[in-house]
């Protein structure tokens, strides 16, 4: 059975934009990157929200050419990767390998956990939360980056209680801190 995790970008305070939305202190340098590209290697299948999803389909038509190793390989490994879109809102997908479910379905996703060879990706905190909430999560990873932005968006849902196992932690040259904890059932 594959794994669902949560990963995503976080400030110390623990959010993933500011309060004006903004999420440009999040920025990976490329140690950061490199390290983003090979934790998502077991990823095959991501999960988004609407709004990230028009962030991160980005990676779909951007040229890559010219551009470093990093963001070539995160290209690639993105493209290959199936995504499920989660939106009331959004007329459809502009994405290969991509299908648009209008509501998120807790039991569909433990059956695409239990029949997937490789790992799940949650992407977004609204989904993630209902995720979390539903029991799916396996994995909560946070990257940890040495700005505290004051208020935003949080990575997690407030009034979440979980028990998490330290699994490992790696600490770049920017400050930056990741973190991967399994969560205790």
Same mark, same amino acid.
């Given at each position: 059975m594959a794994r669902l995790i949560?990963?995503?970008?976080? *400030?110390?305070d623990g959010y993933v934009a500011d309060a004006?939305? *903004?999420?440009?202190?999040?920025?990976?340098?490329?140690? @950061?990157?490199?390290? @983003?590209?090979?934790?998502?290697r077991s990823i095959g299948t991501?999960?988004?929200?609407r709004r990230l999803y028009e962030v991160m389909v980005a990676w779909e038509t951007m040229s890559i050419e010219g551009e470093p190793d990093v963001m070539r390989d995160f290209a690639t490994s993105w493209?290959?990767?199936?995504? #499920? @879109?989660? *939106?009331?809102?959004?007329?459809?997908?502009? *994405?290969? !390998?991509?299908?648009?479910? !209008?509501?998120?379905?807790p039991e569909s996703v433990r059956q695409l956990k239990e029949s997937s060879e490789r790992d799940l990706l949650v992407g977004g905190p609204g989904l993630a939360a209902a995720a979390v909430r539903?029991?799916?999560v396996d994995e909560?990873?946070?990257? #940890? #980056?040495? @700005?505290v932005v004051g208020g935003g968006t949080p990575f997690l849902p407030s009034?979440?209680?979980?028990n998490l196992e330290l699994l490992k932690e790696?600490?770049?040259g920017n400050g930056t801190v990741a973190l991967a904890y399994a969560v205790r059932r």
């Open positions: 949560y990963s995503g970008i976080t *400030s110390l004006n939305g *903004s999420f440009a202190w999040a920025m990976p340098d490329e140690e @950061v990157h490199a390290y @983003v590209n090979d934790a998502q991501h999960l988004y929200g493209r290959s990767a199936d995504k #499920v @879109v989660y *939106s009331t809102t959004l007329p459809e997908v502009s *994405s290969r !390998r991509t299908r648009l479910e !209008r509501r998120f379905d539903a029991d799916l909560i990873a946070p990257i #940890v #980056v040495p @700005v009034g979440l209680s979980i790696r600490r770049f």
